[in-house]
């Protein structure tokens, strides 16, 4: 049941005698009080409530057995209680996924009337536990949000106790004094708890308690949960929504797609000035097609998707939908090339892709379906194809650095790691310094003349003198950035307070907020200090800036900041009364937090050099955390402790495919015993993520000399390893 007016007919059927209230979406308690305070129809009296969704401890091979709990806005939830209540371990609060798969639901719009959304299979193993003090002859009204957080319903508890009680299959109901829980036992009186240890115990409560009750902010830091940081910071930015129809899809929301098209367009000049052209080709490729090159269809097998039927028949073939273009783009390329004189042919196609086989999705980093682009050429000789592809690989780079301020890594692959089809893959490899992993950042692929012999795509040598001309196969390459850039620009640069978002690629790089004004501010002064803070925006808007101004009614200055910062905007002016005075305004960057008042005088100029010194050491500071995390390793004593430190490490390698694999089974049993590792998620074992093009000079390798570090055997050159995505 996901539409608000269908719950509130059967609502009506149950005891509710009005209708939902409208207003603003909420996000935290103290934001839905200020609403419902200034929306009209709603009750003199009621009780704010809090829904929470917990999953317990518990073995794999069971079914998820998530447990929901709604109480009064104020009542001290305690999930261990709560657990020993259910006689269930280890209560956490449930992840997105959860909310998604199967409440059909998100932070910010829990409800108990999610019970109507889970589906047949999963109603059994849900717990609810009800608030005693909700169902009191004396709770009165108690306010709960109708699937949505800009919607209010007033109900009963008789009405809540009807609802659950309709709900089809569900068995386990509990009703809890919380009251109880919390009350202290009768006992000495305590001694006092330091002040700093009484702080971190109520910040503590205070996030246990919030979660679920639609939090605005970060619940977890950084370095505490990363995963759990990394998901919340996604969706409370706004930069992406889980899509509940179908389990690792996502949705781009427009401040990230606008991080999308800003690299769309840098990319799109530059493959351009190299003689590339756009086109776009279908993304259905049949099997005798994908089949055509071994090597590559087993490196995609697994993540195919099929298309069996067309309405109520069953197609004559399966028909996938493309992991990639190489086998879809090459029958054509083998058509429209007759001559050297067509040479060299250079296409790209911006689109999305679909590999669907995998167990644990990360929104940006490994999802069902991803935008991206992908270039396919096709050159006379090897040198034309190796320029173009350290070409690309450069545009790659940039990317990163300019635009995200992302340090990267450029080098090449191991025969391990290499592009399945393919004669060598160059890449640029990214750090993300609280996982201590390594990241692919983009690839560019020599294909040699693999693909051209199998799609026989040849001309004839024009060197070759005589009628009888030789044919020859034509040197390929390919090459794909895709919104994989995003996840990473987001865990680099994000922080406890949520986004940091580089200049060159916000969305908004300046907000501008009114400040000072309390009930008692005047009517004129309030009207001077908007009208400055647009003119403000204008002027902004007119130098090229990318600005807006935050006049929303209802909410303080200190939820402004809040709300701004979790988007990551750059830079933020205050105006207030004292600003207006002194002709001036408060600037505070979002990388750092310093504060510095600028003249209005020269504004544009001011603002224009600090986003660009935001841009250049936001880009230094990541350089300088990389680079002290990379550790030159010389025996193999040292390799696994480097890792276990979160650093990637360099060591001297013998580049042999039986190696490597050595070195993964030996860094992961080192780390994890005997405990199997599922390939698809982030590695455990180290594995080599490239080999430099820029080589260590301290200690260079000799030949003859320097050996391998895990094998002994002669080292030929250093070889980036880390444990990765």
């Known amino acids: 049941m996901s539409d608000v007016s269908a719950l509130v007919s059967k609502l009506s059927s149950l005891g509710l005698n009005q209708q939902a209230v409208e207003h603003a ?72 996924d959860v909310l998604s798969t199967i409440f059909k639901t998100q932070k910010g719009s829990v409800s108990p009337f999610a019970l109507g959304n889970v589906p047949e299979e999963n109603i059994g193993h849900v717990h609810v536990v009800v608030d005693k003090a ?29 609802f659950i009680k309709s709900v089809s299959g569900l068995s386990s109901v509990t009703e809890m004094d919380f009251s109880a829980e ?321 200049p060159r690629v916000a969305e908004t790089q300046v907000i501008i907020i009114p400040c000072g004004l309390t009930a008692d501010t005047g009517a004129d002064l309030r009207a001077k200090i908007t009208d400055a803070c647009l003119g403000v925006e204008a002027r902004l808007k007119h130098a090229g800036v990318r600005a807006d101004t935050d006049l929303r009614d209802g909410y303080t200055a200190g939820f402004k900041f809040n709300h701004w910062e979790m988007r990551g905007v750059p830079v933020r002016l205050e105006i207030g009364p004292k600003d207006l005075q002194k002709d001036s305004v408060l600037s505070v960057r979002r990388d750092n937090g310093e504060k510095a008042s600028l003249a209005m005088e020269s504004l544009e100029s001011s603002l224009k050099l600090l986003l660009i010194n935001i841009q250049d050491q936001m880009l230094a500071r990541a350089r300088a955390t990389m680079d002290s995390r990379i550790k030159t390793v010389l025996k193999w004593d040292d390799f696994v402790p480097a890792l276990s430190s979160k650093c990637l490490v360099l060591i001297p390698w013998c580049e042999r495919s039986v190696c490597e694999d050595q070195i993964k089974e030996r860094s992961t049993r080192d780390v994890s015993g005997d405990e199997p590792e599922d390939e698809k998620a982030p590695s455990m074992g180290a594995k080599s993520l490239c080999l430099p093009f820029k080589q260590p000079t301290e200690n260079p390798i000799v030949p003859g000399v320097t050996k391998c570090v895990q094998c002994g055997q002669d080292a030929k050159r250093y070889a980036l390893f880390g444990r990765s995505y």
């Open 134 to 162: 909700l169902l009191q002859a004396d709770a009165g009204l108690v306010a709960l949000h109708p699937l949505q957080s800009a919607h209010t319903v007033f109900i009963t508890g008789d009405t809540l106790q009807a």
């Open 182 to 502: 919390a009350a202290p036992a009768a006992a000495a009186p305590a001694e006092k708890k330091p002040a700093a240890a009484a702080k971190a115990a109520g910040e503590k409560k205070t996030t246990e308690e919030a979660v679920g009750s639609a939090k605005l902010g970060v619940e977890v830091t950084k370095s505490e949960d990363f995963s759990k940081w990394y998901q919340q910071v996604l969706t409370r930015s706004d930069m992406l929504s889980y899509y509940e129809e179908v389990s690792g899809c996502y949705i781009i929301r427009p401040s990230a797609f606008f991080v999308w098209e800003q690299i769309q367009q840098f990319f799109d000049a530059g493959i351009r000035a190299l003689g590339v052209k756009n086109c776009y080709f279908p993304m259905f490729v049949s099997r005798k097609s994908l089949e055509r090159e071994k090597d590559h269809v087993e490196g995609f097998a697994p993540e195919v998707a099929w298309v069996t039927r067309a309405g109520s028949s069953d197609l004559p073939e399966p028909v996938a939908i493309r992991p990639t273009s190489e086998t879809v783009i090459y029958p054509y390329f083998a058509k429209w090339i007759r001559s050297h004189r067509d040479l060299p042919l250079k296409t790209n196609q911006w689109c999305s892709v679909v590999r669907w086989e995998f167990k644990n999705p990360q929104p940006f980093l490994r999802t069902r379906e991803f935008l991206w682009q992908e270039g396919h050429c096709a050159h006379l000789t090897k040198e034309g194809a190796m320029t173009e592809v350290r070409d690309i690989l450069t545009l790659y780079r940039r990317v990163y650095e300019e635009l995200l301020a992302v340090p990267v890594i450029e080098g090449i692959k191991s025969e391990n790691e290499k592009f399945a089809g393919g004669d060598a893959t160059t890449t640029v490899e990214g750090f993300i310094p609280e996982a201590g992993r390594g990241i692919q950042g983009g690839t560019s692929h020599y294909l040699g003349q693999n693909f051209s012999k199998m799609f026989n795509i040849a001309v004839e040598d024009p060197k070759a003198v005589g009628d009888d001309k030789p044919k020859i196969h034509v040197h390929q390459t390919s090459w794909g950035l895709s919104t994989r850039t995003i996840g990473v620009m987001v865990m680099v640069h994000g922080d406890d307070k949520g986004l940091v978002m580089p």
């Open 25 to 96: 979406a909420v996000d935290t308690i103290d934001q839905w009080a200020e609403a419902l305070a200034s929306t009209s129809g709603v009750p003199a009296k009621y009780q704010l409530t809090k829904t929470l969704i917990f999953k317990p401890k518990q073995p794999k091979s069971e079914p998820i057995a998530p447990v929901l709990v709604v109480a009064r806005s104020d009542s001290t939830t305690n999930a261990k209680a709560i657990g020993t209540q259910l006689k269930l371990k280890d209560l956490r609060f449930a992840n997105d």
